[in-house]
């Protein structure tokens, strides 16, 4: 039997503005103690905040995989301004031609023998 309050989850780590290292989590109960900590920065009718507890309850009673939880605190922690690890983490930034300045580079036609 599933101990309920050791649901695994891919790591994640979010960076609080006020502290210099990374709270980590590899959890659902984790998540939630990330969520109802006193560093997260709290607003007003958060509904990403509010989305992200409720789907780690769900996923902590076995109605919702841990994936859609750890997704839900991901969203919410972007929506606070927070720094998400490993997500964050390491973003391809995909150059064009128009970015560096140049004009795209326009194929001709093969010649014709």
């Not at 997500?87 to 995909?94: E, F, G, Q």
Request: glycine share 4%; aromatic share 6%; charged share 25%.
């Amino acid at each position: 039997m599933e101990d309920i309050a050791e649901r695994p989850i891919r790591e994640v780590a979010i960076g609080f503005p006020d502290a210099e290292h990374f709270s980590t989590a590899t959890t659902v109960t984790g998540l939630m103690g990330i969520l109802t900590s006193d560093r997260w920065p709290k607003r007003a009718n958060d509904t990403a905040w509010q989305h992200a507890l409720a789907t780690c309850m769900r996923s902590l009673q076995l109605e919702t995989d841990t994936s859609k939880a750890r997704a839900a605190v991901v969203e919410a922690a972007r929506h606070a301004g927070l720094k998400v690890l490993p997500d964050d983490a390491w973003k391809p930034i995909r150059r064009t031609a128009s970015m560096i300045g140049y004009p795209p580079v326009q194929r001709r036609p093969p010649h014709a023998r």
